[in-house]
């Protein structure tokens, strides 16, 4: 019964991805003729080497492979710093209370319900006015804003339900603001730092809109590879390269999930439990 | 703001192109499907081939998803060396803000306006009596596509016009097919009700409420007629459901409909797939009742940067975008019509054929895109979009459509 | 909560203000400053760039005699209530499945929480396909013999917002089901004993001293659902983008369209002002509850 039930459910959740991987590996002619939920008579990888190396985007046919280094090059320095920034922020919030942080917190937490592209314009003002307009920074700068509500909601209950003996102690001994956070408060806070890191990953990563305005051509993420390949509007629409291509984008989000799923749990355990 | 609006536009005066040093130019464009990016490339190799470089900077989903883009980059100060945008009162204020580069000098230098025809495209450039767009391609959505292999099946000939099409819906319907293939989308409802527009209440009625902005002929009898004839067609596309317009091409190609009131870009998908003018599929400008077109199309603006290599390199795009070499070269991928009357286009299919004579005898309008501001445009389309999908009555449809034209800027 | 500790940091904490510098411009600088300028501009005619032409509550008054953005509100309403519940309580259901203690746990929490690493736009075109009624669901039923299985939620305005639904679910339950799981794992073993003891039933247990005890991950769940609800745009611009007609737009779809597309910044920006002004009044009461009403203890 309980395994029945679980058993039903997953087929929900795994239908698509099922639909997704089969379609992914069949022609066009089998796709048209019909069911997507059958499996490929003949299994051909033609799909995700066109999605990879051969798609068009414009007039570059150099697939997705062309924007998966840009990616990378956006999504390590955005998620080191929105963490960075989110995690003293949180303990602030937690351990250093001053007069106004909260109502900053609250704003932050409104924050968190604005769709960011009502935010665009005030963005491109501010960043043009700071002279990080199309920079990498500006990007990692925009990352880091729209990151930190949620990020600081969890550092800020995760940091709250450290004991408050250690702070104590660390106080007497005379340490700091500085010194407790990277003294104890770090060792002491992998969990939530996994899940800080697989949130933002997972964010960045699939990020289109930002990364498509203050970034160049060159430094295109994959996203735009991958809106260009599944969206364009004319001509017939490959569905296999379409599925290959947006299984190949989701990847890395993917694997940090199967890969650290258990500290997943754990750190969320920590942070968003304990309000 | 006011700052750099003031610098800009008192460097935006051309600078004559003194410096020859090579540039790598990026160019935003919205062509990513097979036919326009093979077009595209036909202008970026051109390009290439003078001593610049192009930096493709394509991104799909149309307008809609590039032009936040576009504006945000050109906005924060950074912007690309030239962009694709439809022409029309789009880049009004991005002109008035002094960020678009004046090209009235290249023009009059090469003539633009003794070539370029019709010559209501480059007026769609012009602002003020300045010009700030090169116009690259014509197209005209006035268009029903015909299926011969749905009229054989149902043992009909194929209809010359949109009475013979409303007359045999019936005996289609009879043999499962769907008689009008209809895409759920705004936009192609609107082309549909713009079509039947100039095809029923007639080009003068149409140059009132489009051009003069008349609410009382939109609300007027002849209007009425269009109404009800958008709701007949309604009826005809019940049974269409699909999104995309081009799978709803795909439906006239595969006989599953009769026919499709689209643009002709949908020409590309016909040819895709095979099929032959005139004896797979015919294609009837202006409906087979009004053969006029409009004549919408793409354009490039190049915003102001500040540097004189750029600067060379924009002019030199904007040349070589209306030369008699790239508008043969890039029309014909495309689909598309040439914006100059004096090219030999003689290797165009049947359909583009037709399209060619009717813009030589001058049967053309402006697009929707130079009448109307984005805005009224979305909210007809918002109109279109519900009139179709319900049981909305052509009353108050057309009520509604007068109001929007009255409050039209 | 953690309140305990607020005297000892209240004097002398200039790092923690230095510390806190960047969260004070965001705060200030980015969502205070973007809000009041989105606000301002709301009350201006501006087009294709923001302008400070102001023209009063035009926009407002245009804005509520739009049947879209009525349609939108009314969707929004809908697919919010649904997608509040519905993730609450398949997120809770699946999460005390996971804690009976059932074997291979982590494979059924993968399988529940990877969508999530999926972005909307991946999403929403998979189910778009799935829904399809020529190749997806209903077709294969059809073919399995059924003929008249009709099962077209895409393409039928009625229930149009219960297909993006589904697709929503099938992404945002997973974190929420990870949250309530790690919420059960936090509940002490003796608070099970002694509900066995007493003979209370597990159901019981879970609504009368569970659920309650869960407060605080209630909450958390609760900001995460109710932000993405507000947001939701992506999903329907893949999977429907609005159709068919106007049937499933939904709010941030029309500030975004607005702005963009028919170049009527104005009245983008007072949608979304009424957005904003929606998501504080339900908030802000919330929110000085949960984190500025807590000095008295």
New interface residues.
Partial sequence: M??G??LV??L??????Y??VV?SLKGMPEIRL????SPPVEVTLEPWVKAWAEA?????CDGLSRGFWNSVQILIPSVILSIA?AS??G????????RG????????????????????????????EIGL??KLGGLVLVH??FG?P?L??LFR?YF??IP?EL??AA?IDGA???GIYFRIMLPMSLPIFVVAIILQV?GIW?D??FG??YT???TYPM??Q????????????E?NV?MAA?LL??LV??I???VS??L???G???G???? | MKAIRKTLIATSTLCAATSVAAADLEVTHWWTSGGEAAAVSELAKAFDDTEHNWVDGAIAGSGGTARPIIISRILGGDPMGATQLNHGRQAEELIEAGLLTDLTELAEQEGWRDIVNPPSLLDACTYEGRIYCAPVNIHSAQWLWLSHSAYEQAGLDVPANWAEFVTAAPKLEEAGIVPLAMGQQGWQQNLAFGTLQIAIAGVDAWRKVLVDKDAEVAAGPEYAKVFQAAADARELARSSNVQDWNLATNMVITGKAGGQIMGDWAQGEFQIAGQVAGTDYTCLPGLGVNEILDTGGDAFYFPVIEDDDIKAAQLELASLIVSPKVQVAFNLKKGSLPVRGDIDLSTANDCMQKGLQILAKGNVLPSGDMNLSADTQTQIEDLMAEFWTSDMSAADAQERYASIVASAD | MESARKPLSVFKNLSAKIASVPMILTALVVFVGGTAWTVLHSFTGSRLLPKLKFVGFDQYERLWSTRRWLVSIENLAIYGVCSLILTLSIGFFLAALLDRKIRGEAVFRTIFLYPFALSFVVTGLAWQWILNPDFGIQNTVRSLGWQSFTFDPLNNPDIVIFGILIAGLWQGTGLIMVIMLAGLRGIDEDIWKATRVDGIPTWKTYIRVIIPMMRPVFITALVLIASGIIKLYDLVVAQTNGGPGIASEVPAKYVINYMFRAQNLGQGFAASTMMLVSVIIILVPWAYLEFGGKKRD
């Avoid at chain 1, 303990?91 to 001053?98: D, E, Q, R």
């Avoid at chain 1, 991958?226 to 629409?237: A, D, E, F, P, T």
């Fill in positions: 309980l395994y039930t679980l459910v997953s929900y959740y795994l239908l698509p991805l639909v997704m379609t019909g069911n997507i939920f068009c985007t414009g007039i570059n920034v003293v922020n303990y602030a919030l937690a351990n250093w209370k001053f942080s909260e109502l900053f917190f609250t704003i932050l937490i409104i924050g968190a319900f604005i769709p960011y592209q009502t935010m665009l314009y005030p963005l491109v003002i501010i960043l043009r307009m199309g880091t804003v930190m949620i600081t909601l209950n709250a339900a408050e702070f104590k106080r700091g603001f500085w997972t699939n289109f809109l498509v305005i160049k051509p060159d996203t735009v991958l809106n260009n390949i599944v969206n364009s509007v004319q001509g017939i629409k569905y379409n947006t984008t989701g989000p993917l940090i999930y199967f799923g258990k997943f749990v754990r969320i355990a920590a968003a439990v304990k309000g």
